[in-house]
């Protein structure tokens, strides 16, 4: 056989078995993915995070598996546990949720997962900063504004009964009576209690029957009664209005068990005409 004829059969045998070593590597890939998957399902995230990095090595072109790897490092991160190990499994999430980002920085689920990660470890700021990344590519998402709208409402609350502890005031809704004090927090909590209104208004706008975001925009009318501390007829008002959304959030939240409950299977239904 010609030297040239011997290259050209010993290059397309090569591409052969490069096709075939490829095409093993997709398979397991995706033999990896769906363990990791069942792993999951089963709450063994450390298995399941071995799976998909597998799968991720064996087919880096699988799609699913840095998402799949990112939400597996999330579940693993335990709200407000300030520990060593916590932090890093929450920047192993991020990290590998910005990995999805790099091939479409407009992921609403990576976005949504870096916003819940930093919102577990109780870094609001930047919690905030990636729910409003949420909104930039979806401007109707109404979990981003009512996500928002909570993040605002807790620092409002840590700011007010601060002040609240430091007059040994109980929060009941009385007046802060104290000029300097209620200036003070009038700084803190203008904003926040402004943008966080606007947000969870702007959540049940989207979505009318949204009940959890009804309490918090009720408590978060609560929270601007506190501002109100030279205008006693306003603070009643806010008040008044705190009870009103909490009432509406009440029954808003009575009917969407009802409509629930009437969506659920009715069971095992018996075949007659078998």
């Known amino acids: 056989m010609k030297r040239s004829a011997y290259l050209a059969v010993f290059a397309a045998a090569t591409l052969t078995l490069l096709a075939m070593t490829t095409g093993c590597s997709k398979l397991r890939a995706r033999d990896q993915l769906i363990k990791g998957v069942q ?44 520990t060593p190990e916590n932090n890093k499994t929450a920047q192993l999430a991020i990290q590998a949720y910005k990995q999805v980002l790099v091939k479409d ?22 919690a905030k900063a990636w729910q409003l990344q949420v909104l930039k590519t979806d401007p109707k998402d109404p979990t981003a504004y009512y ?32 000029k300097a004090a209620c200036q003070a927090l009038q700084e803190k909590n203008q904003d926040l209690v402004s ?32 501002l109100d501390c030279a205008d006693d ?17 009440m029954a808003t939240r009575k009917a969407n068990e009802a409509k629930r409950n009437q969506q659920a299977p009715g069971g095992i239904v018996m075949d007659n005409n078998k």
């Open 233 to 249: 007829a306003q603070r009643k008002a806010d008040l008044a209005t705190f009870q009103e959304w909490l009432d509406k959030m």
């Open 39 to 82: 792993a999951y399902k089963n709450a063994r995230y450390e298995e399941a995070i071995d799976h998909f990095q597998n799968a991720e090595r064996l087919d880096p072109t699988l799609e699913m598996a840095p998402l799949y790897l990112a939400t597996a490092y999330a579940s693993q991160v335990v709200p407000d546990a300030n």
């Open 105 to 126: 920085p407009h992921d609403l689920n990576a976005l949504k997962g870096i916003a819940a990660v930093y919102l577990n470890v109780g870094d609001t700021s930047n």
């Open 195 to 226: 943008e966080g209104i606007q947000n969870l208004q702007q959540a049940i706008n989207l979505r009318p029957a949204y009940d959890d975001a009804m309490s918090y925009l009720g408590l978060l009318y609560r929270r601007k009664a506190d």
């Open 147 to 178: 996500t928002i709208g909570v993040i605002d409402w807790r620092l409002a609350y840590r700011n007010a009964i601060q002040t609240r502890n430091s007059l040994g005031m109980q929060d009941n809704g009385d007046m802060i009576k104290d």
